[in-house]
C-alpha cells in the first residue's frame, strides 16, 4: 500500500504521521539556526566580566541549553546540552581576542605600577596599573596576566594599550592582542559541528 489515498475530489491526502514529520521542521531548522546563536551571545555576553552580567550570561545559557535538550529529546539533548556548555565556555574568548585584535585602537601608554598577588592554584599573579599617555589625563587601567601583564613588567615601561572602542571589552597590552588562536577555533568548530549534528539527529528521532 502506498501511504496517499486519493480522495473522492482526486487529490492526495497525506497521512497524519507525515503531516506532522512537515510541521515539525521549522522548529528543526530553528533550532538548527538559533540555538548555536543564542548560545554564543552569552558567551560573548560575559565577556562584559561583570558578577551581573556573568550571573544573567549563566541563566540565559541555562535557559537556552534546556530548551535545546527539550527539543531533541532525552538523550540526543543531554549531548546537545553538554557541547552547547562547553561551546559557550570556548566561543566567548575566542570572539573577544578576535574583536579586539579586528577594531581594538592603540594607545601609546606607561605602566604606573606593578603588584602581585597569590594564586589559589598556585604561582603568583600580577596587575599592571597602565596610564595612557596619548591623552593630558588618563584612567587608570587595571590590566592582569591573561591582558597582557607579567613578573618581567616594570613601572615606568612604556607600552602599547589596546583598547575597545565600544567599551564592552576590558583593554589590554599589545603583547595580549593576537587574534583567535587555531586551537581554540577548531575547537568551536569542532563542538558547533558536533552539536548540529546531535541536534539533526534528535529532532529527526522526535518524527517518528
Not at 8 to 33: D, I, K, Y
Request: hydrophobic content about 40%; aromatic content about 8%; proline content about 4%.
Amino acid at each position: 500500500m502506498t501511504k496517499t489515498e486519493l480522495s473522492g475530489t482526486g487529490f492526495a491526502q497525506v497521512e497524519p504521521e507525515a503531516s506532522a514529520g512537515l510541521r515539525r521542521w521549522p522548529g528543526t531548522v530553528g533550532t538548527l539556526a538559533l540555538g548555536p546563536v543564542a548560545l554564543a551571545g552569552c558567551g560573548w555576553l560575559a565577556q562584559r566580566q561583570g558578577t551581573l552580567i556573568l550571573l544573567l550570561s549563566a541563566l540565559l545559557g541555562m535557559i537556552v541549553l534546556c530548551a535545546l535538550w527539550a527539543m531533541c529529546g532525552a538523550r540526543p539533548g543531554a549531548c546537545v546540552a553538554v557541547l552547547g556548555f562547553a561551546l559557550v565556555l570556548f566561543v566567548g574568548p575566542t570572539l573577544n581576542d578576535y574583536v579586539m585584535d579586528q577594531r581594538g585602537v592603540h594607545h601609546d601608554a606607561v605602566i604606573s605600577g606593578v603588584d602581585s598577588y597569590y594564586r589559589k592554584h598556585g604561582g603568583d599573579g600580577h596587575i599592571c596599573e597602565v596610564q595612557r599617555i596619548d591623552v593630558s589625563r588618563s584612567a587608570v587601567y587595571s590590566v592582569d596576566d591573561s591582558s597582557g601583564c607579567s613578573k618581567n613588567s616594570r613601572s615606568g615601561q612604556h607600552v602599547t594599550l589596546v583598547d575597545d572602542p565600544a567599551g564592552w571589552l576590558y583593554p589590554r597590552l599589545a603583547s595580549a592582542v593576537n587574534g583567535p588562536s587555531t586551537g581554540s577555533t577548531w575547537t568551536c568548530v569542532s563542538l558547533f559541528v558536533t552539536m548540529e549534528a546531535f541536534m539533526l539527529y534528535g529532532r529527526l528521532r522526535r518524527r517518528h
